[in-house]
């Protein structure tokens, strides 16, 4: 793994998103996020982007502060990796979590079902 990663051709990205078991996880190319469900009720459904962080003020403190620019992507052992920031991520809160989900980027719809026997229809960019 060290070796993979010292080429440069990988990139190593670790959020904390979920609260409880993750049930599925999906990428999805065309909008460049990562979709995930979860037993939690308050994250449900994740969508997050993978390039890092929207926020252009967050971004350039991280280029003006060289100490926290990551050298290497492993953890100290037992830590917890970061949250993404609030706007990197949409969280869908459903009660009793969500166990399975599609995406259709044409239609730009988002379609879930889980333990409460409910299947919903979301706008992935609403998502209450």
């Known amino acids: 793994m060290e070796n993979i ?19 599925k996880i ?3 190319h065309g909008i460049e996020s990562i979709i995930s469900s979860s037993n939690d009720d ?3 459904l994740v969508i997050g982007c993978v390039s890092g962080t929207k926020d252009v003020q967050h971004r350039l403190r991280i ?3 060289s100490s926290s620019i990551p050298t290497k992507c ?4 037992g830590a917890s990796p970061p949250r993404r920031f609030n706007c990197d991520e949409s969280q869908f809160k459903v009660p ?15 379609v879930t079902g889980g333990l409460d026997r409910t299947i919903r229809l979301w706008n992935p960019y609403v998502p209450g």
Do not use: Q
Request: with cysteine.
């Open 63 to 65: 280029l003006m502060d």
């Open 26 to 28: 999906k990428y999805i």
């Open 96 to 110: 009793r979590g969500v166990k399975a989900f599609d995406f259709c980027k044409e239609s730009n719809i988002l």
């Open 74 to 77: 492993s953890l100290p052992a």
């Open 5 to 23: 990663n010292d080429n440069g051709n990988i990139t190593f990205i670790r959020w904390k998103v979920h609260n409880d078991w993750v049930t």
């Open 42 to 44: 308050y994250t449900a």
